[in-house]
């Protein structure tokens, strides 16, 4: 079976540092910084303590204290637009929490509705995460979470500090130096080639080959040959011997992205690398050794695949010696201004507008705080990459301006829920968003940073992959459109096709160009053109036409 944590950031136990597992300390109510006028203090907590002993807690500009985890230095939100009169935060019986704002003058909105009494937040909502936004400069999460951190544990290039990522900076620290292979799942978009990096650079392998195969992007009658490679004369076009990446990955470590998607007469090769480390290359009875670890990764539901008979139960059993479940980004909300800003941060350095969100604090900060209020309260189907892809829009939405501009597409991701309600502007005077540049009415024309890869692939799929009428549909320019192509790992180029790759799709096709294109998903003047320049003749006259 394999080693699995369902909702490991629940349980009642802890790794130290050493990895010994030791009884977890309790959660308590806190507060997270999720926003504020001075951008270095974006990730700051003050637990709550006296809440978990039926006492009152007080919020104000002075009170309470906040730090970064893992540090002593302690100090209050000390922004002047928030008064001294505090809120006040009182435990109920259930576990809940009472806001009452009737002796202070700060505005609170909470989770998108003005406060202006007091209101009671249930436990479950407190779990989840209420998003707290006070004179529409400062925004904080109210949550739970455990106040003791652990400052020995490496971070392993991951960012947030939130009890899921802990859990997974735990569990690298549990399996990276051995020589288990490692099954990452997790929802689409949750980082898992990220976590798959970690793993090889903490373990023994770190100097060893890193390769990385996405198995949902190799066509099904290339997989054997992509993994195990090709011996000489194989087939038509293997005029010379290539190595599979089992091979180039000797010694090292391999992700498997995408791992249900390996077609199902392939599997039984794959497992039998993995049991004995044993590969045959695609024509040739010759057995070759490799010293591989795997670590694979899939969005996949392998249990209904394996009932439907599209994957091998001993497969996914050798696949999970040692299972994660990677969290999606909804159940770790504090970690979500943590990670936005690093991303800005990231975004802006490539347009050379760094200074953007300057450390110190400002009348007008850059970014409205009601902004990463409404991206708080958002719940990221698309997970990191989605906030990746918002940050980056954001950055060069914004560009050249002293605030931030939004763009109609992030405006369309926040607007309010069907049946949801928002309160009129004049009950609680949240700034209104800056509105994204726009073209004149009659132009169809879009940002590039809208274009998300599912769309892109979409698009280009229903106009049988021709760039002209998928620029038109998309109303990006053509010239827009080959980069995306470039940068989206969904999709390529005609001038990336092998003659071995173009004669066995027509091989299947029968000859017929049109259908070879929509297996190779390249357009057909690409693949005409890619064949002419290759010297690969057409296996039927009605190709000639």
């Known amino acids: 079976m394999p080693l699995e944590r369902s909702e490991p950031w629940r349980d009642a136990e802890t790794r130290t540092g050493s990895g010994r597992l030791e009884p977890a300390s309790p959660t308590v109510p806190g507060l997270t910084i999720l926003a504020h006028p001075d951008v270095r203090r974006v990730g700051e907590r003050a637990a709550l303590l006296d809440l978990s002993s039926g006492r009152e807690e007080r919020l104000s500009r002075l009170e309470p204290a906040f730090a970064a985890p893992g540090l002593s230095w302690r100090h209050p939100l000390a922004d002047s637009y928030l008064s001294r009169r505090p809120l006040a935060l009182l435990a109920e019986p259930d576990g809940g929490v009472r806001l009452d704002c009737r002796e202070s003058p700060i505005s609170v909105v909470a989770d998108g509705e003005p406060v202006h009494d007091e209101r009671v937040f249930t436990d479950c909502e407190v779990q989840r995460g209420i998003v707290l936004l006070l004179a529409n400069r400062v925004v904080l999460l109210l949550h739970r979470f455990r106040p003791v951190s ?7 290039g991951l960012v947030g500090e939130s009890e899921p990522l802990l859990e997974l900076r735990r569990q690298i620290l549990q399996v990276a130096d051995l020589e288990v292979p490692v099954l990452l799942r997790g929802e689409t978009g949750t980082g ?15 100097d060893r080959p890193y390769l990385v195969i996405n198995m949902g992007a190799i066509p099904p009658s290339l997989a054997a040959s992509e993994l195990f490679g090709t011996a000489k004369g194989a087939y038509t076009g293997a005029d010379q011997k290539r190595r599979g990446f089992f091979s180039r990955a000797d010694g090292g470590t391999l992700f498997l992205d995408e791992i249900g998607e390996v077609p199902p007469e392939v599997q039984p090769l794959l497992l039998r690398a993995l049991e004995n480390g044993e590969i045959q290359p695609v024509g040739t009875e010759q057995i070759q050794r490799v010293d591989v670890r795997t670590i694979a990764a899939t969005d996949s539901d392998l249990e209904a695949a394996i009932a439907s008979g599209r994957f091998r139960a001993p497969l996914l059993h050798r696949l999970s010696g040692y299972e994660i ?16 800003f690093h991303f800005l941060r990231q975004e802006l350095e490539a347009i050379g507008e760094a200074h953007r969100l300057e450390a110190a604090a400002s009348d007008r900060p850059w970014l409205h705080a009601s902004v990463v209020a409404r991206l708080a309260l958002y719940d ?15 950055a060069v ?12 597409q992030i405006e369309r991701l926040l607007a309010p829920f069907p049946g949801e309600t928002r309160p009129p502007q004049r009950a609680q005077p949240v700034p209104e968003i800056a509105p994204a540049r726009a073209s004149a009415p009659s132009s169809p024309r879009r940002s590039p940073q809208e274009v998300s890869d599912d769309e892109l692939v979409a698009t280009l799929r229903a106009n049988r992959w021709e760039p002209g009428a998928t620029a038109e549909q998309l109303g990006i320019s053509r010239a827009a459109l080959y980069l995306l192509i470039d940068a989206c790992p969904r999709t390529r180029k005609a001038t990336d096709l092998e003659s071995s790759e173009i004669e066995q799709a027509l091989l299947r096709s029968g000859g017929r160009l049109a259908e070879a294109s929509a ?17 690969i003749r057409c296996p039927s006259q009605q190709l000639l036409r």
């Open 192 to 206: 898992k080639e990220l976590l798959a990096q970690a793993i090889h650079q903490a373990s023994a392998r770190r």
């Open 380 to 394: 990221w189907p698309g997970n990191l990459r989605q906030l990746r892809n918002v940050a980056r829009s954001i």
């Open 325 to 340: 479940r990677i969290p999606p980004l909804r159940q770790r909300r504090d970690d979500i201004g943590r990670l936005l």
């Open 150 to 156: 652990e400052p020995d544990l490496p971070h392993f």
């Open 397 to 408: 939405e914004s560009r050249g301006f002293a605030e931030v501009r939004i763009s109609s």
């Open 519 to 535: 297996q190779l998903e390249v357009s057909e003047e690409g693949l005409k053109r890619r064949m002419k320049k290759l010297g």
